[in-house]
C-alpha cells in the first residue's frame, strides 16, 4: 500500500465494476489481499479496505468509515449524516426498501403490484436471483452517480465502502452454499 | 399336521371340518391380498408423484437459489411448522395415516430489513417441508401395507399349498382306511355266516 494521504489510498485501490466474472471477483480479492499481508490473512475485504483506511483517516472519520454498513445505510442515523453522500444514499435506500415492502405486501395480499407505480423499482422477474441483481443494479446506479465530483476525499472512501459491500453481496451469492443452507432449512433428515 | 393321526370317524368329521374352515378363508386372504396390492400401488404412485414435485421444485430453485447463501438472513422462525394434522383410515386390516392440514407459524416479516428474496425462500421451504412431511407418511404407509400384504400372501399361500391339500390327503387316507376296515367286517361277518350254513347242514 503506498503511503500518505488518502488520495494515495483511493488511487491504489483497485477499480470496482459491477460485474459478477470471476476474474473481477479475484483481481480486487487478491489486490486487497496483498495490502493486507501485514496484517491477518483471514481478514475479510471490507475489514482490510477500513484497516487501511485507517492510516490515512482521523479516528473520527475511520470510526465512521467502520460503522457505515450497507444493510443498514437505510437506518435514520445515515439519513441525518454529515457526509452528503451517505445522507443522500441513506434516503435513496430508505425509499427503495419502502417500495420494495409495498411490493412484497401487495404480493402477499394478492393484489396486483404492477397497479403500483413505482419511482426506484424496474420491472422485477420473477426469478428471485434476477430480481435482486436488478435492485443491485439501481443501488450501483445509484452510487455511481452519487461519486461524480468525489475522487479523493473521504466521501469517495465512503462510497467506495458502499460499493465494495454491494460487490460483496451479490458476490456472495452462491448456489452450492444456497442449496446447503435451504436444504438445513427444510431438516431433511428429520423426515426419514 | 406332522403329528400322528387317528384313523376314526371322529378324527375325519374334525377333518372334514377343518378342510371347510381353511376352504372359506383361502378366497378372504386371496382377496385381501388383491385389495392390499391396489392400495401399494395407489402409495407407490403418490410416493412417485411427491418425489417428482420434490425434483421440480429442487430444480426451479436451483436456478435462483445462491441468494440463500446470504449471510445475516434467518428464515427459521417464519418456516417452522405449528400444527400438524393428520386423520387415519382403515384399508384391508392396516390403519393408512394421512394428512390433513399443515400450518406454519406466523412470523412478521419485517420487510424493510430483510430482502426480497426472503418471501420466494419461504415459500419454497414450506411447500418442500410439507412435501417431505408427506412424503415420509407415505413411506410408513407402504411399509405398513407390505407387511400386511406379505403376510397375507404368507397365509394364503400355507392354505393352497400345505393345509388344504394335507388336510384332503389325510381325509383320504382315513377314508381309504375306513373303507377297507368296513369291507373287511364285512368279510368275516360273510365268512362267519357261511361257516354257520355250513355247520348247520352237517347235523
Not at chain 1, 445509484?142 to 466521501?155: R, T
Not at chain 1, 472512501?157 to 465494495?164: A, R
Not at chain 2, 393345509?163 to 368279510?187: Q, S
Request: charged share 30%; glycine share 2%; with cysteine.
Amino acid at each position: 500500500m503506498l503511503s500518505g494521504n488518502l488520495e494515495y489510498l483511493i488511487s491504489s485501490l483497485p477499480d470496482l465494476v459491477f460485474s459478477k466474472a470471476e476474474e473481477r471477483q479475484s483481481r480486487v480479492s487478491s489486490l486487497l489481499h496483498k495490502y493486507a499481508v501485514m496484517a491477518e490473512d483471514s481478514q475479510d475485504l471490507v475489514t482490510i479496505l477500513t484497516a487501511e483506511a485507517k492510516k490515512f483517516t482521523t479516528n473520527a472519520q475511520y470510526e465512521y468509515l467502520k460503522d457505515l454498513q450497507f444493510n443498514t445505510v437505510h437506518h435514520e442515523s445515515f439519513m441525518n449524516s454529515s457526509y452528503k453522500v451517505v445522507s443522500q444514499f441513506s434516503h435513496f435506500m430508505y425509499a427503495l426498501k419502502r417500495e420494495i415492502r409495498d411490493l412484497r405486501m401487495a404480493r402477499l395480499s394478492d393484489k396486483n403490484p404492477q397497479s403500483t407505480t413505482f419511482e426506484f423499482i424496474p420491472e422485477l422477474s420473477a426469478d428471485p436471483l434476477e430480481a435482486e441483481e436488478q435492485l443491485l443494479e439501481v443501488q450501483w446506479h445509484k452510487l455511481n452517480e452519487l461519486s461524480i465530483g468525489h475522487y479523493a476525499d473521504f466521501s469517495a472512501l465512503l462510497l467506495y465502502k458502499l460499493k465494495l459491500q454491494l460487490l460483496l453481496r451479490w458476490w456472495g451469492f452462491d448456489r452450492e452454499k444456497g442449496m446447503s443452507n435451504l436444504k438445513k432449512y427444510i431438516k431433511i433428515e428429520q423426515y426419514g | 399336521m406332522a403329528d400322528k393321526i387317528l384313523m376314526n370317524k371322529n378324527t375325519l368329521a374334525a377333518l372334514k371340518n377343518e378342510l371347510k374352515g381353511y376352504r372359506t378363508a383361502l378366497p378372504v386372504f386371496e382377496m385381501k391380498e388383491q385389495q392390499l396390492k391396489e392400495v401399494i400401488q395407489s402409495i407407490e404412485n403418490a410416493v412417485k408423484r411427491l418425489e417428482e414435485s420434490i425434483t421440480q421444485i429442487n430444480k426451479e430453485t436451483s436456478e435462483w437459489v445462491g441468494v440463500m447463501a446470504e449471510d445475516g438472513v434467518d428464515l427459521s422462525n417464519m418456516t417452522e411448522p405449528d400444527e400438524i394434522k393428520t386423520s387415519t383410515r382403515e384399508i384391508a386390516g392396516v390403519v393408512i395415516e394421512q394428512l390433513q392440514t399443515i400450518k406454519f407459524k406466523q412470523a412478521d416479516i419485517d420487510f424493510m430489513e430483510t430482502p426480497l428474496w426472503t418471501d420466494a425462500a419461504i415459500e419454497v421451504i414450506k411447500d418442500q417441508k410439507t412435501n417431505y412431511f408427506m412424503l415420509s407418511l407415505e413411506q410408513t404407509n407402504l411399509k405398513r401395507v407390505s407387511e400386511e400384504l406379505a403376510e397375507a400372501r404368507r397365509m394364503k399361500n400355507a392354505l393352497k399349498e400345505v393345509f388344504i391339500p394335507e388336510t384332503e390327503t389325510n381325509i383320504r387316507k382315513i377314508e381309504i382306511y375306513l373303507g377297507d376296515v368296513e369291507r373287511l367286517a364285512i368279510g368275516c361277518a360273510k365268512l362267519v355266516k357261511k361257516k354257520k350254513q355250513v355247520k348247520n347242514e352237517v347235523l
